[in-house]
């Protein structure tokens, strides 16, 4: 048969509408999910005017503020918008250290560049069609560049899949493509990721050897030749794997192995002359000399000069170059030996065999002598099936079929395991052809591996279905030439039907998810850290604010505010997380200030919505009472700690929800101190906590800031009577020259209230001795209702700041409502 004829007794034209109907359905569902983040994207946000902007932003940056919400608040694709923007700015092609995770050191940067290089040139593109500023076209091109690397590879392998194996196995792979779940739901707009390439490379791992085996059964001329070809490709994709992901590929390798191993015990006795007239084993050697030399090349590629030397397993190694190498000729020898019966012992085959045993052992031998997992080490995202927002998040299958066994999410993920039943019929039938058994073979050991690592890792079963696609491909082949009756074949479609059937559902997005769903718990955080990241980010200054925070909002107050922080999950940032857990986990605030400064911390941002910061003081103190973190929130703050009042945006859903911010500062006397605390509460309209901190205020009667503070706490409480008595000792006091020296941000609280006390030439002297005395750092320094009473009385009274500059920033730093009331 060649390889376009078609045993399906369809025009091959009729078989083209099967990928039609795919490319169709990744367009419609991929719509939809744009239109959707889309719409997120421009909810619900407050102007802060202008981003922060410095000396090292680039030119075309200025003036743009991040906005893409990503869905299902996925930490990872932050990093990967936040590595490719950082290409451009520094036009760096390959992103090794970054700066702003376990500030002020940094950390370095493993992450294989191909990726970054996809999402850049598709950014690229559109930086220069449509003259956007280009991190406005790396926001754009994630909405594209996942769905389009899909269609490019459905467009690829079902093209490859017509030339080599007809158009039937074509057609049901285009279709498994679009619709096996959850490998087709791993390609999402706004979502960027490189976990689409790493399945890529494991479906392209398999599918050009099983090219190979069909060549090497071939009657042609140079069949030997084209199976070497076939098998040397095979390797250099794999090695491509390697690049992207070791942890993805190498059980993909080991299963590829062991396929092959089976494919010798199911031909054994029939290797020294198959019917199609090819003498000796499959060219394993070939395949194994491709993906060592792609792995030894793009170790190059990405690390040279300048980083070669490290032992890091967790990423492409010239070590598994090596190790394929002799893994290679171990497999090699071992399929010639099952398959010939006859081992040949003479002393070159010894010493070869020595050498490749220790070559393969190298992998081994180094994670066990640097104490690593290796490709082994897992982390978070292996625990989750699918990046579809609010999808499962178990740490094993068992656990997930516990919680929910008969749910149509599982069906629709295992069912296509069921694929290796007539897979396996085939390969035993004596009567399927050579070439048709050999290929299912090859194709099913890494189905048997990938499965292995899907039962302790949910994450794996994208793999698992990038690997059953290859064995569709085989299997569809081996029934079209195994099977001559029409019914048959249509038996074969009825069977693969309802497996991809219950996937497409699984993917198809909601018919109005552009406009008319609530939005939901994500999406949400991602609206409410837009917001505080752009509101911190220009209240601390350009480049200023250094963060402790959760890890999630570590990730996303950089990516919307450009604020550098230390704790994020990445197994490159220990160091990172290791000092946030020692920060919070201290016992004494001495031991925290100390750690703190190390690390040139500016604020701490504890938010209600996530308590990781408790994790980390659990982690550290194994409990979270007796830690400084647990005095922080029970607001007995140190005298270096000034909270920060942050409004939250109003968003359905969200109520009731708070983040405390903490600045560090120059340590303050106790009456500054708590007369700042007192006036936070007022702001944040926690007035038990206020009335409070009003009544230890008593204990100052001398400071007249502490007066001030009493007389805010009373305003707020409707405390008439006592806010008359506080004014009346206010005056006094002022009469007195009591004011002569005083803290700025407390002398615009004077004059915010002796104005509300209406004493109104009181508050004219006062609001023009702050104007005297103002400066950028004083305007930060305020609170937003400091600022914004400051500016009416300012307007009240027809004077102004004189320095220009100074006058718009203290505009820029209100909120777009309250600047629209001035």
Not at 295 to 323: K, T
Not at 467 to 494: K, M, N, Q
């Amino acid at each position: 048969m060649t390889p376009l004829s078609n045993p399906f007794r369809l025009s091959f034209r009729a078989w083209v509408a099967f990928p039609l109907c795919a490319f169709g359905f990744l367009i419609w569902t991929n719509t939809l999910r744009v239109r959707r983040v889309d719409y997120v994207s421009g909810i619900a946000e407050r102007s802060v005017a202008e981003p922060a902007v410095d000396a090292s932003t680039p030119v075309d940056y200025a003036g743009w503020q991040p906005r893409l919400i990503v869905p299902d608040h996925d930490g990872i694709s932050y990093e990967w918008l936040d590595q490719t923007r950082q290409m451009f700015t520094r036009r760096e092609w390959r992103v090794r250290h970054i700066d702003y995770e376990n500030a002020p050191f940094g950390r370095e940067v493993y992450a294989a560049s191909p990726y970054r290089w996809w999402l850049g040139a598709i950014a690229w593109l559109d930086h220069m069609i449509s003259g956007r500023p280009s991190g406005a076209s790396v926001e754009r091109a994630a909405l594209f560049a996942d769905p389009l690397l899909h269609l490019l590879l459905l467009g690829v392998a079902t093209i490859f899949a017509a030339w080599q194996f007809g158009a039937y196995p074509a057609a049901l792979l285009s279709i498994g493509m679009a619709a096996i779940f959850p490998f087709a739901a791993g390609f999402l707009p706004g979502a960027p990721g490189d976990q689409g390439l790493v399945r890529a490379c494991a479906f392209w791992s398999v599918l050009p050897l099983l090219a190979g085996i069909r060549a090497a059964y071939s009657t042609a001329a140079d069949a030997g030749g084209r199976a070497r070809r076939w098998f040397f490709v095979g390797g250099i994709t794999g090695g491509l794997g390697l690049w992207i992901g070791v942890a993805g590929q190498v059980p993909i390798l080991v299963g590829i192995a062991l396929g092959g191993l089976i494919a010798a015990c199911v031909n054994r006795g029939d290797a020294k002359v198959n019917p199609a007239g090819v003498r000796g084993p499959l060219p394993w050697h070939a395949w194994a000399l491709g993906g060592a030399a792609t792995s030894l090349g793009i170790y190059l590629i990405e690390y040279f000069p300048a980083h070669l030397g490290s032992w890091q397993l967790r990423v492409n190694h010239p070590l598994y170059g090596l190790a394929w190498l002799g893994g290679g000729t171990v497999l090699a020898r071992a399929v010639a030996w099952i398959e010939r019966g006859k081992p040949s012992w003479s002393l070159r085959e010894i010493i070869v065999l020595v050498l490749a045993v220790a070559a393969l052992a190298a992998v081994p031998v180094a994670m066990g002598l640097t104490h690593s997992l290796g490709f082994l080490e897992v982390d978070l995202s292996s625990f989750r099936l699918t990046r579809l927002p609010g999808d499962v998040r178990e740490t094993s299958l068992w656990g997930w079929l516990v919680d929910e066994f008969i749910t149509p999410k599982v069906w629709a993920t295992v069912l296509p395991v069921l694929l290796v039943l007539p897979a396996g019929w085939l390969v035993l039938r004596r009567r399927t052809g050579m070439a048709s058994r050999a290929s299912l073979a090859v194709a099913l050991g890494p189905v048997f591996v990938a499965i292995g690592f899907a039962c302790r890792q949910l994450s794996w079963w994208n793999q698992a279905d990038a690997v059953l696609l290859a064995l569709l491909v085989a299997a569809t082949a081996a029934i079209g030439e195994a099977f001559s009756h029409r019914l048959t074949r249509w038996v074969w479609l009825g069977f693969v039907a309802p497996m991809l059937v219950l996937g497409a559902i699984q993917i198809i997005p909601p018919a109005d998810a552009g406009m008319k769903n609530a939005l939901d718990e994500s999406e949400i955080f991602g609206l409410i850290e837009r917001d505080l990241a752009r509101w911190l980010a220009i209240h601390a200054g350009a480049g200023r604010a250094v963060i402790l925070a959760p890890h999630n909002e570590t990730i996303t107050l950089h990516y919307y505010g450009g604020l550098r922080g230390l704790a994020t999950l990445g197994w490159e940032n220990r160091n990172g997380l290791e000092a946030a857990v020692r920060i919070v986990s201290a016992s004494t605030p001495e031991e925290a200030k100390e750690l703190i400064d190390r690390r040139t911390i500016t604020h701490i941002i504890i938010p209600s919505w996530d308590s990781y910061l408790d994790v980390y003081a659990r982690m550290g103190m194994g409990q979270l009472e007796g830690t400084v973190l647990k005095t922080w929130h029970d607001w007995n703050l140190p005298p270096w700690l000034r909270p920060v009042p942050y409004q939250l945006p109003t968003i359905a859903g969200f109520e009731g929800q708070s983040v405390a911010i903490l600045e560090i500062v120059e340590e303050q006397d106790s009456a500054a101190a708590l007369s700042r605390i007192a006036e936070y509460f007022v702001e944040m309209g926690q007035l038990e906590l206020a009335a409070l901190a009003g009544q230890a205020l008593r204990r100052y009667p001398a400071d007249l800031g502490a007066l001030v503070a009493r007389a805010q706490v009373e305003i707020a409480r409707g405390d008439t009577a006592g806010f008359v008595h506080t004014v009346e000792l206010l005056q006094r006091r002022l009469s007195g020259g009591a004011d002569r020296v005083m803290l700025w941000d407390r002398r615009v609280s004077l004059a915010v209230v002796l104005a509300r006390g209406k004493h109104m030439d009181l508050a004219r002297d006062q609001v023009r001795r702050c104007l005297a005395e103002v400066d950028e750092e004083k305007l930060r320094w305020l609170t937003t209702g400091s600022l914004y009473r400051l500016q009416v009385l300012c307007k009240a009274f027809g004077v102004a700041i004189a320095d220009q500059r100074l006058r718009e920033l203290a505009l820029d730093l209100l909120p777009s409502d309250l600047r629209g009331r001035l």
